[in-house]
Antibody
Framework: EVQLVESGGGLVQPGRSLRLSCAAS????????MHWVRQAPGKGLEWVSG????????GYADSVKGRFTISRDNAKNSLYLQMNSLRAEDTALYYC?????????????????WGQGTLVTVSS | EIVLTQSPGTLSLSPGERATLSCRAS???????LAWYQQKPGQAPRLLIY???SRATGIPDRFSGSGSGTDFTLTISRLEPEDFAVYYCQQYGSSPWLTFGGGTKVEIK
């Protein structure tokens, strides 16, 4: 059974940093791209960042580019999101999600498994 | 960047009725790289449709997707009580980004 478990969320002041983690199990982690998707309270889904299976391709939403860094450790079956210079508008539930395609040559694919999310609140 | 516009914002229907949800892209979506997700309150999204018309694993056949280019449709042939939720379309593929539409809420009339 595929499981994605996020952690690291919490209350943080504007301008500070936070690191999210996602522990994956139930599939061959290093065969799949992984993503972070967020959802502000009462709002829709917003893709934040994605990383290919071999970390060779990384993408960011314009809203977080230059402030957030995605990474993965295939030996630990883990995905990370380093969030710096946090703003109030970064307040959201952050989901870790698995890409559907196994070792594609390029591109992103649909997200077939999602975690339950970790809540990040940016407030003074 | 492709912008996805979903309509209507809210759809009020009764169980047993047919639901038709629209997703329009600001430019052509290559290779019909369009997916649909369902999200219920307090739950993570669930993949329903990918490639514009292929059902994901375990999705009932009352859910169907169609369309190409810039216009896509999700149809729920007969609404079951568990189908009342928010639905999102998503564009994927060679773009450096993944893009979601704003969502359509299907509520009980």
């Amino acid at each position: 059974e595929v499981q994605l478990v996020e952690s690291g969320g919490g209350l943080v002041q504007p301008g500070r940093s936070l690191r999210l983690s996602c522990a994956a199990s139930g599939f061959t982690f290093d065969d799949y791209a992984m993503h972070w998707v967020r959802q502000a309270p009462g709002k829709g889904l917003e893709w934040v960042s994605g990383i290919s299976w071999n970390s060779g391709s990384i993408g960011y939403a314009d809203s977080v580019k230059g402030r957030f860094t995605i990474s993965r450790d295939n030996a630990k079956n883990s995905l990370y999101l380093q969030m710096n210079s946090l703003r109030a508008e970064d307040t959201a539930l952050y989901y870790c999600a698995k890409d559907m395609a196994e070792r594609p040559s390029s591109g992103w694919y649909p997200l077939d498994y999602w975690g339950q999310g970790t809540l990040v609140t940016v407030s003074s | 960047e492709i912008v996805l516009t979903q309509s209507p914002g809210t759809l009020s229907l009764s169980p047993g009725e047919r639901a038709t949800l629209s997703c329009r892209a600001s430019q052509s979506v290559s290779s019909s790289y369009l997916a649909w997700y369902q999200q219920k309150p307090g739950q993570a999204p669930r993949l329903l449709i990918y490639g514009a018309s292929s059902r994901a694993t375990g999705i009932p056949d009352r859910f169907s997707g169609s369309g190409s280019g810039t216009d896509f449709t999700l149809t729920i042939s007969r609404l079951e009580p568990e189908d009342f939720a928010v639905y999102y379309c998503q564009q994927y593929g060679s773009s450096p980004w993944l893009t979601f539409g704003g969502g359509t809420k299907v509520e009980i009339k």
